[in-house]
């Protein structure tokens, strides 16, 4: 049963703002959204987390609506090395992380 | 962020031999770890839980005699993939759960299993 729904794939230019949407209207209270992404061949990368605030850290933004029941990780300045599948997670902390089928993310020259 | 290795990231080998996968936690310690598997063109899939120093708690469908998992300490957790066969071929790849941050779980760069 997937906790989270995400577009299959999109594409971006590069130097262009990246958005990527992702819907969570089950989330829990106590859950926390997590964004990872995984390059080919590689293992999964850490992006960014948040509850309820907005995040911001060096590789990308997070953007939590106000009832929680969607999000959107920014990606300011896409570049080739930002292709990629992208997964978003809701996940407690004490919970497993299940990761659902992405988005796959092109960014183009 | 936090770093997780993994040794070795490729390995070949033949069938009914046996392979170990080591995943550190370079930074930080990690009291539970995770390996997963991955098929070609598809998500990751969680295998096991591993708690350090108690033993691992396996997903539906995941033979425990088969996929052998220790976690002796902190930052080590090894996978023994016992008597492989090529159907074992795949990409595993291991996390670790930083217990003194946010309970973020860091990745490792992935082992690609071939078994011939």
């Known amino acids: 049963d997937a906790k989270t729904t995400q577009p299959t794939s999109m594409d971006c230019a590069e130097g262009r703002a990246a958005n990527l949407p992702c819907n969570h209207s089950t989330i829990s209270g106590n859950e926390y959204v997590y964004w990872y992404r995984q390059i080919h061949s590689q293992g999964p990368q850490y992006i960014i987390h948040g509850l309820k605030n907005n995040e911001t850290n060096e590789m990308a933004s997070l953007i939590i609506t106000e009832d929680r029941k969607s999000s959107t990780l920014i990606l300011p300045h896409a570049t080739l090395r930002d292709t990629a599948v992208y997964y978003c997670?809701?996940?407690?902390?004490?919970?497993?992380?299940?990761f659902g089928k992405g988005t796959m993310l092109l960014v183009s020259p | 962020g936090a770093v997780v290795s993994q040794h070795p990231s490729r390995v070949i080998c033949k069938s009914g031999t046996s392979v170990k996968i080591e995943c550190r936690s370079l930074?930080?310690?990690?009291?539970?770890m995770f390996w997963y598997r991955q098929f070609p063109k598809q998500s990751l899939m969680l295998m096991a839980t591993?708690?350090?120093?108690?033993?691992?708690?396996?997903e539906q469908g995941v033979e425990k005699d088969k996929f052998l998992i220790n976690h002796a300490s902190l930052t080590l957790s090894t996978l023994t993939v016992t008597s492989a066969h090529p159907e074992d071929s795949s990409f595993y790849i291991c996390?670790?759960?930083?217990?003194?941050?946010?309970?973020?779980?860091?990745f490792g760069p992935g082992t690609r299993l071939t078994v011939l």
């Open positions: 996390s670790a759960r930083d217990s003194g941050g946010a309970d973020t779980q860091y």
């Open positions: 591993s708690n350090e120093g108690s033993k691992a708690t396996y």
């Open positions: 997670i809701v996940y407690s902390g004490y919970s497993t992380l299940t």
């Open positions: 930074d930080f310690q990690a009291t539970t």
